[in-house]
């Protein structure tokens, strides 16, 4: 019941937003639709950081970011290099610190120092943060310039301060686990529909098939500053052996089981929400939180697994010639047969595919490696990270047109086997070494 | 409705902490009132910052925390003096930065520098921040800190990094405000009994006095990282006039009035709850709020006031002679007289006293200065600074055995009027003005 | 606060429901899908009545309610059939009840005649009730009943009895106005879109478009023992003046205005949701307290319409030569004109069609009664009885098919003029008087 | 995530009461201290029976809740009058229905019969509950009839309008069962303090120690239309074995269990809250309830009994001479024997006392018996008609001062065994067969 008395702060929270307005600054003469220009932005700027009127915070914050929001692409890049120009820190006053702590390493001359290297930049986000809706603004101001300037070795320190900023305050013990179902709000559940990616949600109809059904769950990650907009989702189906195909768990035309009954949870599909949070994991700890729930809840449930796209593989297929290590003679054959056949599943059900896909599939997995050692695959390297085994090939997995154009219809399970998780991981991490199942191992090359 | 849905997200985040119980490491044996050393405490903390056994991290920041909760005063200090020289910046990677930064001043060398400045500590404080209740530990941490290492040069850095992480964790951003009335949880209501140190509640008649009646009102702070425990509050009496007496508003033998038929808000205590956020202000939002939301519901609100306490009056008095500039002999007179009384009220209500004191207090509040060359009273300097009024004293203003014997009996009233309260605030701020009405400025020295 | 209390009171209330599962008595045997006999039901019902295992009086109730679910048609004549006879009140006892009473007319005497009188049935149904779920399936039970059996007099014991109880258990001091927007849980969102039958809601875009603007408002009444299942529902649109177009307020292509800017509310689809309440009325209720909800929030609104249908008019239309009072010549040349054109909107704005329309609206609202001397139409009884004022004609208010197929296109504006509501309702009920506006009364015959 | 939609329903339930004010009718005159003259209110009653005026029903039936309100016990008896007299179904109606019921008994001619024997009085309530808060009133309304008139014959129809409508809407399939705990809102919790009468509630701090430690737990039965104010509520001990001691259980001096190492858990106190309603029972469904919450969680228990007072005991004792079948001279002995004794704990230690207790035990549980064959004492009939057995006799299970006078100490188990209750209850109630244990049978006479 204690949880009954925060459902009122978190209304609070949010209604705070709604109810405030726009404030009356920059934007005050009604001109809205008007891009307000980087000088007068610059200078509110510094008046927020001043502390100077800090009375009205919120409201020149508020302006600020309002005035952001009229900026497009042009200025908005402008914006980011004043940023980067005019609030990073003092040469002057990082020399003088240094001085002084060459002369005397005490705490006292690290922290000057360590003070004068830290940009205003970072205050000035802090206090940017304190308007209504300001999180939100910050994370979506990172995924603009993201977009736009990722690789500007002339701006890094303006996505540093952004990334510290967001890393520090997105620390996963915020973070809020919460299954969502078909009472679940609309307008949350339109966003799932915004933010799959992966195996596409079509409509209100195909929605309500991943959620409704008693053997279909979906669980996200929220975070308290961005209300009901979720950081992360992941849709799972509870089975009674390790699905294979897509296809087959999206069906309309299939037999609901009871969840008491299920041994196996399936893992189709991971989302990432919010693109200004790109680089701050989330995933890792969803599946575990989400595994924990579920063994709770349902201790039938024996095995975790994913149904996990490869989405670069027929890019790499493509390009395997000219890979340093040629193809074989037989991988080159079995990506020629590949090719040969029409692109759709009927064509696919050759059986002379089968055999020749699954080396280079493991060729794919096991042999070919990043600079670091670790898989190319991204996908591969985030689950064998968390600890899973490379556990089944999927021939055929994914027959909609986007995985039979992406990955050759080929998909993967990841199993997470609870009692190896630990050693897995730290195999992987420390020695680059991936788990992987006997059957796959004994794939020949 | 959105808010109902959020109302879930925290149901889980608290029931989550309670779920998750003790973790298995550090304490499994059972000696679980066994302190366990601080070199396994470092070990551990080694192993969470390394991100080996990532897989765990959550389990192993929870066996930290609970290892830190098993030391005694002593044991701290080593904690504490073992953050500070195990987990800070290495000098030769700083110096090495530094000759890189030296020989060329750019975003990645200033980057790289800031990076080799920063002590893993600060991660590793993000790390125990991800156990269950780890918010709240490390809010506690530092008030244990500050209990007993303050002052203490050598650890200087340890206080920094909490300081910083949690100034930032306590953005006003993200902050929630509530209002607390008697249909509030009684978890709550009893934290507000323990934290009330200004005007003391003495049982729960006492609180149902200050939340019950439709013109008592008390307003508090929460985050969602710390659930039902406030951060500060407020108490607050809708009146028609500026009380001028804490006993009246106090008192249980008093006519309540219509919220709608008052005109003024009396704010007659503000409490902080967590001394780990030493530091870190929330009143001058808190009061800011709380005045738009009393603004917004009662529209007939005219007139927002403080009665605050003057905790150090008396003490001031007693050192009086021993300042630079001495009491004139008329000042004399007034302590001599004060002192010649006996401390009940009815010996204090003697007409000599009334102006005696009140030209004591205009020298007190208005001629007394800190070296920053702003009033030495606290309660002034923060009201002050949010750029209230220094309005009115009140002679016996607070006849309790506590506030005779702190303040002989004196109480102000800062006023917030909306108007100046900006203006206020920058010529505070900046030169040190105070704003003051007519009636103080009008008191004979 | 003292409401977020109830929340967790009303989790409860559900939940239960869908925790208990089945019951473990009639269906036990795993043949659910086979029907139950009625001879075993009417034991059930008579156990239950008895007392005799109250023990386990709820497993019993959803037990036999249950077995109601599996019967088809046929089996549930005969089940209602069975309860018309055999839980009725006993002859015998009615005589000899009435005999005392006639003997002396006491209270003791009433009552026991009363209570003689009381079919054994109505307790039947109070204990269903205490099964989970239990409400809503006495209300599609009632649904049931009335479909099939609704002019049979010989059950018209049963239907009295369920619906006695019912109206006792919906009285309109239970019952919960909500306002329904994007956020409300989509599986009360779904029950908008299959409840709706004034004006479709095609889809999850439509229905957005009704209740996400911020000029569209949605209404409805609940019932605690019914939980998110709505009893009935009123579609709003804030608008500047009194609409005369169905399809102009539907419209995508509208500019929104802000709620407070408006000075109008349309009430254009008021809509039943429970077959089961048929005859207990809410409407009257619901929309006056939603009067009084958006007077309170809005201030700015002065006028409060209906744009509402006049679904048999066109059926009026064409048996209008054969009522009492033949169409005058005019009037037999408007319905004429208005046959002889095609049923299309661009046809139908034919400047001769409009006074000819009006003047027959005039006779069809105004000279055609019922026996009891009130409107023919359905629609008009119902405002009017609330006392709203029978304002205008819209011509092609309507031109969907529907619209044009069953009205002409005609709708009608009734005004609830707040000042005059009362009056106008006791002059309908008490004399038969139609409040008119000018306008219409003006129109010639 | 549905139940979070309802929180909100049931917000507005509360909040409605809340905001809607007084109405303006009979006492708008601003004498709201002045009693109304019964006769005012019985023509505002009929107005409001007889629909006209029916747009303002609601603040009809407020006003007259209102009205009588102000009413003294003297005007409450003359208002109860006039609803006896001026509200009953008419003489000259129930004759002429009779007689076609006569002539032809058919559907409807029963109708018209039980309806002109229904009297208006049943409606008025109907409506009088559709002012805010209405329910409320009529339950208090109830318990102010039954503290003065429930044995006066000629208001007998009132109490049973009253009461038939009360059975009817507080049906046990619209109850909800929440567990209280120390994050209960404190509104709540204090009604707990005021409605415990068993085992009295001295202060908050008792409060707490029967709610917050993990091993104490209160369940509660509420009704949608009565908020937060509790029907009935059970205190629960989790134990390891069956208590023979309140002041054992209620000890602050003991040592908390884990609910989850608990095997039994302990009834030991029962309060019904409503006076209002009075006969009316949840006690037998409370119990089925809790025990059926409780094996869901905790499944680890084994054992449900009660601690049970025998507050009769003593008065039997003394009157134990008088009855048809004396006291045989052992048990006279034993009732001299304890009348010798001083009523303290200490002095009933006396080792001859409690063989001498138990057999008059015995027989005060056994061979006592109502006119209607039932036990005399009328918390075993409660128990004993759920189903329970009798198992054990306490002796000094309650050495209060309370305790001693009224039961000489005396306390017994009941046991909920749940494969038994069943048969007992049927046993019980239609062979009047007391359940009891082999121990107490075995009890020598």
Same mark, same amino acid.
């Given at each position: 019941?204690?949880?009954?008395?925060?459902?009122?702060?978190?209304?609070?929270?949010?209604?705070?937003?709604?109810?405030?307005?726009?404030?009356?600054?920059?934007?005050?003469?009604?001109?809205?639709?008007?891009?307000?220009?980087?000088?007068?932005?610059?200078?509110?700027?510094?008046?927020?950081?001043?502390?100077?009127?800090?009375?009205?915070?919120?409201?020149?914050?508020?302006?600020?970011?309002?005035?952001?929001?009229?900026?497009?692409?042009?200025?908005?890049?402008?914006?980011?290099?004043?940023?980067?120009?005019?609030?990073?820190?003092?040469?002057?006053?990082?020399?003088?610190?240094?001085?002084?702590?060459?002369?005397?390493?005490?705490?006292?001359?690290?922290?000057?120092?360590?003070?004068?290297?830290?940009?205003?930049?970072?205050?000035?986000?802090?206090?940017?943060?304190?308007?209504?809706?300001?999180?939100?603004?910050?994370?979506?101001?990172?995924?603009?310039?993201?977009?736009?300037?990722?690789?500007?070795?002339?701006?890094?320190?303006?996505?540093?301060?952004?990334?510290?900023?967001?890393?520090?305050?997105?620390?996963?013990?915020?973070?809020?686990?919460?299954?969502?179902?078909?009472?679940?709000?609309?307008?949350?559940?339109?966003?799932?529909?915004?933010?799959?990616?992966?195996?596409?949600?079509?409509?209100?109809?195909?929605? @309500?098939? =991943?959620?409704?059904? %008693?053997?279909?769950?979906?669980?996200?990650?929220?975070? $308290? !500053? +961005?209300?009901? *907009?979720? /950081?992360?989702?992941?849709?799972?189906?509870?089975?009674?052996?390790?699905?294979?195909?897509?296809?087959?768990?999206?069906?309309?035309?299939?037999?609901?089981?009871?969840?008491?009954?299920?041994?196996?949870?399936?893992?189709?599909?991971?989302?990432?929400?919010?693109?200004?949070?790109?680089?701050?994991?989330?995933?890792?700890?969803?599946?575990?939180?989400?595994?924990?729930?579920?063994?709770?809840?349902?201790?039938?449930?024996?095995?975790?697994?994913?149904?996990?796209?490869?989405?670069?593989?027929?890019?790499?297929?493509?390009?395997?010639?000219?890979?340093?290590?040629?193809?074989?003679? @037989?991988? =080159?054959?079995?990506? %020629?047969?590949?090719?040969?056949?029409?692109?759709?599943? $009927? !064509? +696919?059900?050759? *059986?002379? /595919?089968?055999?020749?896909?699954?080396?280079?599939?493991?060729?794919?997995?096991?042999?070919?490696?990043?600079?670091?050692?670790?898989?190319?695959?991204?996908?591969?390297?985030?689950?064998?990270?968390?600890?899973?085994?490379?556990?089944?090939?999927?021939?055929?997995?994914?027959?909609?047109?986007?995985?039979?154009?992406?990955?050759?219809?080929?998909?993967?399970?990841?199993?997470?086997?609870?009692?190896?998780?630990?050693?897995?991981?730290?195999?992987?991490?420390?020695?680059?070494?991936?788990?992987?199942?006997?059957?796959?191992?004994?794939?020949?090359?």
């Amino acid at each position: 019941m204690t949880c009954e008395f925060l459902k009122g702060m978190f209304d609070t929270l949010l209604d705070r937003g709604r109810h405030l307005g726009q404030g009356a600054g920059l934007l005050s003469d009604g001109h809205r639709s008007q891009t307000v220009s980087i000088d007068k932005i610059e200078a509110q700027c510094r008046a927020l950081l001043s502390g100077k009127g800090e009375a009205s915070g919120r409201v020149m914050a508020q302006d600020i970011g309002a005035a952001y929001d009229t900026l497009d692409d042009r200025n908005k890049a402008v914006f980011f290099a004043m940023l980067a120009s005019a609030f990073g820190a003092e040469r002057t006053a990082i020399d003088s610190a240094w001085r002084r702590f060459e002369a005397a390493d005490t705490s006292e001359t690290r922290l000057a120092l360590l003070d004068a290297l830290e940009p205003p930049r970072q205050e000035l986000f802090r206090r940017l943060n304190r308007a209504p809706g300001g999180t939100k603004r910050l994370v979506d101001m990172r995924a603009d310039f993201n977009d736009a300037h990722r690789h500007d070795a002339a701006l890094a320190e303006v996505e540093h301060d952004l990334a510290h900023l967001l890393q520090s305050w997105f620390n996963t013990g915020f973070l809020v686990l919460r299954s969502i179902d078909w009472s679940t709000p609309a307008s949350v559940l339109e966003r799932l529909i915004a933010y799959e990616s992966v195996h596409q949600i079509k409509d209100w109809g195909d929605l @309500r098939r =991943r959620l409704s059904p %008693a053997d279909r769950l979906v669980y996200a990650f929220f975070h $308290p !500053a +961005l209300g009901d *907009d979720p /950081l992360i989702f992941v849709e799972v189906a509870l089975t009674n052996d390790i699905s294979s195909s897509i296809q087959s768990l999206l069906t309309d035309d299939r037999v609901e089981i009871a969840p008491e009954d299920a041994t196996t949870a399936m893992f189709y599909s991971i989302n990432n929400c919010q693109r200004g949070l790109r680089g701050i994991s989330f995933g890792n700890f969803l599946i575990k939180q989400v595994v924990s729930e579920l063994r709770r809840d349902l201790p039938n449930l024996k095995t975790f697994s994913t149904l996990s796209p490869v989405p670069r593989f027929r890019k790499w297929l493509a390009s395997g010639d000219t890979t340093e290590k040629p193809f074989s003679k @037989r991988q =080159r054959d079995a990506v %020629a047969l590949l090719d040969a056949q029409e692109w759709s599943k $009927p !064509a +696919l059900e050759n *059986d002379k /595919l089968r055999p020749a896909m699954f080396a280079l599939a493991r060729r794919y997995f096991l042999e070919e490696k990043s600079p670091q050692g670790l898989p190319i695959d991204p996908v591969a390297r985030f689950h064998l990270g968390n600890g899973a085994t490379l556990e089944r090939f999927c021939w055929l997995g994914d027959t909609s047109t986007n995985g039979l154009t992406q990955s050759a219809g080929l998909m993967v399970n990841y199993l997470y086997d609870l009692k190896s998780l630990e050693a897995n991981h730290e195999a992987f991490v420390g020695n680059q070494i991936v788990a992987t199942s006997a059957a796959i191992r004994r794939i020949a090359e």
